[in-house]
């Protein structure tokens, strides 16, 4: 008696939880399959929807409104790879100093700034710009039914919103990687030569010694990768939001803690894939 009260009490539980899993792998399912085909109609975007694709990037990149005064998302990824390049000099100083080998403050930024702190700290700033505006201005439309108005009129709403937007993404990330890697070189440069005093020359030296263009080549190449998971994310959840405007709030909040979570998985799996186990790296010279 006592076994089939038991029995009876965990079956509620066991089928809430086979519903779980079953709605978890239908949402995965569901994702799949919007993001093949958002990649997929990139294609037709770019023929279809150029001059959408051209407003998506002169938004993406000097941003709208007010942020036009600042340089919109370009200029928040220099002021934060700034930051970061500057607590290289901070801390790769001191930490150096404490065993006499200050003078390498140059390989550890040639090394570091390209290989993790600039991907990841681009990452941050796309998710936390680009990506939650995607999400919030494409969430904001599928609650005004404005999808439905596009997909009425024989408009393909994915490739108009999604799509176009992923290759927007992928024209604005050279530029922008570029001021992220050149912010976080400069930051670097100044801190340890202006506020350590460490001859320009000694910097440098071990700066250009250790910098490597396949380095910087594969960088480039992990950022295109991160902001094509980042927009199919952002335009993912966007695209789904509902429940009104509370809906597009928790839609851009999962959209944002889910890219960086999928950024982060990339340079690391990326990392291991291009440098393997020894880094490539030899301390020479």
């Known amino acids: 008696m006592t076994t089939k009260s038991t029995l009876q009490k965990r079956l509620p539980r ?13 949402q995965l399912g569901g994702q799949a399959e919007f993001i093949a085909t958002t990649m997929a109609s990139i294609g037709f975007a770019l023929t279809r929807y150029k001059s959408e694709t051209i407003r998506l990037v002169a938004a993406m990149s000097l941003g709208t409104g007010a942020l036009v005064m600042i340089g919109g998302t370009t200029a928040i990824v220099g002021f934060l790879t700034l930051s970061t390049g500057a607590l290289v000099a901070v801390q790769g100083y001191n930490q150096f100093a404490d065993v006499g080998v200050e003078a390498l403050i140059g390989f550890a930024s040639a090394f570091f700034n390209v290989r993790l702190i600039a991907p990841l700290t681009a990452a941050v700033a796309m998710a936390a710009t680009i990506g939650a505006g995607a ?3 494409i969430g904001a439309m599928r609650i005004n039914e404005e999808i439905d ?10 490739a108009y919103l999604a799509s176009s937007r992923v ?3 992928v024209v604005v990330v050279v530029p922008l990687y570029c001021v992220a890697v050149m912010a976080s070189f400069l930051a670097a440069r100044f801190g340890t030569t202006f506020f350590y005093g460490q001859s320009t ?3 440098d030296h071990y700066f250009y010694t250790f910098l490597s263009t396949s380095d910087l080549l ?6 295109l990768v991160m902001a094509v998971v980042i927009m199919t994310v952002h335009t993912y959840y966007g695209y789904n939001a509902s429940g009104g405007p509370s809906g597009v709030g928790e839609a851009v909040g999962r959209a944002v803690r889910t890219s960086m979570i999928c950024a982060a998985a990339v340079v690391l799996f990326t990392s291991l ?5 020894t880094g490539n790296f030899n301390l020479a010279g």
């Open 218 to 223: 594969w960088s480039f190449a992990l950022a």
């Open 273 to 277: 894939a291009i440098y393997g186990q």
């Open 167 to 169: 290759a927007a993404a």
């Open 135 to 137: 999400t919030a201005q």
């Open 149 to 158: 108005a596009l997909e009425v009129m024989g408009i393909r709403s994915v």
């Open 201 to 203: 020359g000694v910097y």
């Open 14 to 26: 066991f089928s809430r939880q086979l519903r779980s899993l079953g709605d978890s792998a239908e």
